[in-house]
């Protein structure tokens, strides 16, 4: 049964960013109120829609964006800097305590920079075949069309122009469409999804589009259709030519925080392995001081990330092959090798890698994750091997979502290396 007019009051915010409040029966979560706030909501289940504000909480301010509450890509644009700065912490401290890992979690680390480098926008025909793009719409499969984006870095600016312009040419194929859209050194990088093979004067009409439109590079699920120039990403000493669409930490400032952190930590370790490697964020930072083994199960990516290594002056060797560690993760006896070992798995975490990491006699383990929960499964995993979590530190690149990266830092004790070398 619907409640038209249910009175709440909001207690804390949720995983995904909803007000939580307390109903008749359980929970109720609410997007976009906030902790402290007194609302008329409309109730179905455990679901709340924000119908009222009847007495806003003391950490309510006003949005920046004329979209937000409708577009679906933020979550809580209208909360003060200091609860918002609270919560994400928050996300990796319950995370860790549910999971029954205790360890020293630091202050939140912003890494924001000028916006978000990559964003992937929608396009679907209306009944009259004209396209629509944008983001999508909070629970709905509707597209909000949208001029600007206040996360997005500032060579997002021509984006949307050019992004109408093809979605002109592909109108005809009356598909639905993805345009993953990466900002470069130069020019933008647009990776189309959903449109299938096109013929011969339709990839000729993108052709002509990326030449005038001073693009670096058009592909079709990435198959290259022209690249005018190399789509360069700078990571570290080196420049870096990713394929289309591969993985790409969400901001600039993001990756050199996450960098930062995993160089820290590794320190003075000579030889280090990078696993789920990508196209070598970490791994061309750590060869500016140890020799790099690099693991990745994407070849393209992989490659990108070694030739720009054997590119660069100033660094040290770096090797590496594919390799899907979901299914063949590197075993304890091949981690020996190893002073230092880095892992950036998908969100999914990397469970079975974990497990030849906590048999292994490797110093230091650092895990990079998007995950808390998924981490916090591997991280009982190191620590039952013999690891003590020496700390984490939780960074934020992904502004007003419920998204928060975290860097966690794994020492083995001299004592328990010694029995797994032994054993």
């Known amino acids: 049964m619907i409640d038209l007019n249910a009175h709440l009051h909001i207690e804390r915010l949720g995983a995904r960013g909803e007000g939580v409040s307390h109903g008749g029966k359980g929970l109720i979560f609410t997007p976009y109120a906030l902790p402290g706030d007194e609302i008329i909501a409309e109730v179905d289940g455990e679901r709340g829609k924000l119908v009222e504000v009847l007495k806003p909480s003391p950490d309510r301010v006003p949005a920046p964006c004329p979209h937000f509450g409708v577009c679906g890509g933020c979550a809580v644009q209208n909360l003060s800097a200091p609860a ?29 920079g000028d916006g978000r480098r990559r964003a992937t926008f929608h396009c679907r025909n209306d009944q009259r075949g004209q396209p629509h793009i944008g983001f999508m719409q909070a629970r709905a499969h509707r597209i909000v069309e949208i001029d600007a984006c206040p996360i997005l870095a500032p060579e997002f600016s021509q984006a949307l122009p050019v992004l109408r312009r093809i979605a002109s040419i592909l109108a005809p194929l009356d598909k639905p469409l993805d345009f993953v859209v990466t900002a ?44 005018r120039l190399p789509p360069s990403i700078p990571m570290g000493l080196a420049t ?36 789920f490697c990508g ?52 075993l304890a006896s091949e981690l020996s090798a190893f002073d230092a070992v880095v892992f950036d798995p998908p969100r999914a975490g990397a469970e079975n890698q974990a497990r030849e990491l906590a048999k292994s006699a490797v110093p230091t383990v650092v895990g990079v994750s998007c995950n808390a929960q998924s981490f916090a499964r591997d991280a009982k995993i190191l620590i039952s091997g013999g690891y003590d979590l020496a700390g984490v530190t939780p960074v934020d690149q992904f502004l007003y979502s419920p998204h928060v990266e975290l860097v966690g830092v794994f020492k083995k004790a001299a004592k328990a290396r010694k029995r797994r070398l032994l054993g």
């Open 84 to 112: 918002y700065a609270a919560w994400k912490r928050v996300l990796v401290v319950d995370a860790l305590h549910n999971a029954g890992v205790e360890t020293e979690i630091a202050p939140l680390r912003e890494a924001w």
């Open 240 to 275: 870096v030519a990713p394929p289309p669409g591969s993985f790409l930490q969400a901001t600039e400032a993001g990756e050199k925080m996450l960098a930062q952190l995993v160089v820290e930590a590794v320190g003075a370790a000579k030889k280090v392995a990078d696993l």
């Open 184 to 227: 470069t050194l130069n020019g933008l990088d647009i990776d189309i999804r959903g449109c299938g093979k096109v013929d011969f004067a339709i990839e000729q009409a993108l052709v002509v589009t990326a030449d005038e439109c001073n693009l670096a590079r058009i592909a079709n699920h990435g198959a290259i259709l022209v690249e």
């Open 279 to 330: 196209s070598g964020a970490f791994a061309l930072r750590l060869a500016e001081k140890a020799e790099v083994y690099c693991v990745e199960s994407e070849v393209e990516a992989l490659a990108a990330g070694l030739r720009a290594g054997r590119a660069t002056a100033g660094l040290r060797t770096m090797n590496g092959e594919s390799r899907d560690l979901f299914i063949r993760p590197l």
